[in-house]
């Protein structure tokens, strides 16, 4: 019943800027923990950023730290990307998900998604 849509994604150039932003709907009152994946043409589905549903944590892939930010925003029901620096290598379809965190033994955690949005383009050019 949960559904996600993305938008903002789009084309630009080598050190660019893009927002993406990401609308959940369906979620009956309840608050999941969220984040962003991505995917390369022939590769696998892999996290970029995660915002954990209860006190905000985050955590990000090491290929966009200090350059990419998530966000959200419990009020509007919706989840940011913030993606700065843009390399071409960022190049990919990009992908809301909802879910759960897992917590890792030893600490830290990683979201296990339970709903996926439709995905969104990035296409960033040298």
């Known amino acids: 019943q949960v559904q996600l849509v993305e938008s903002g994604g789009g084309s630009v150039q080598a050190g660019g800027s893009l927002r993406l932003s990401c609308t959940a709907s369906?979620?009956?009152?309840?608050?999941?923990?969220m984040g962003w994946f991505r995917q390369m043409p022939g590769q696998g589905r892999d996290v970029v950023a995660a915002?954990?549903?209860?006190?905000?944590?985050?955590n990000y892939a090491d290929s966009v730290k200090g350059r990419f930010t998530i966000s959200r925003d419990n009020a509007k029901n919706a989840l940011y990307l913030q993606m700065d620096s843009l390399k071409p290598e960022d190049t990919a379809m990009y992908y809301c998900?909802?879910?759960?965190?897992?917590?890792?033994?030893?600490?830290?955690?990683?979201?296990?998604?339970?709903?996926w949005g439709q995905g969104t383009q990035v296409t960033v050019s040298s």
């Open positions: 998900a909802a879910g759960l965190s897992k917590l890792h033994y030893g600490g830290g955690w990683s979201l296990d998604p339970l709903y």
């Open positions: 369906g979620t009956t009152g309840r608050t999941y923990s």
């Open positions: 915002i954990d549903s209860s006190d905000g944590s985050t």
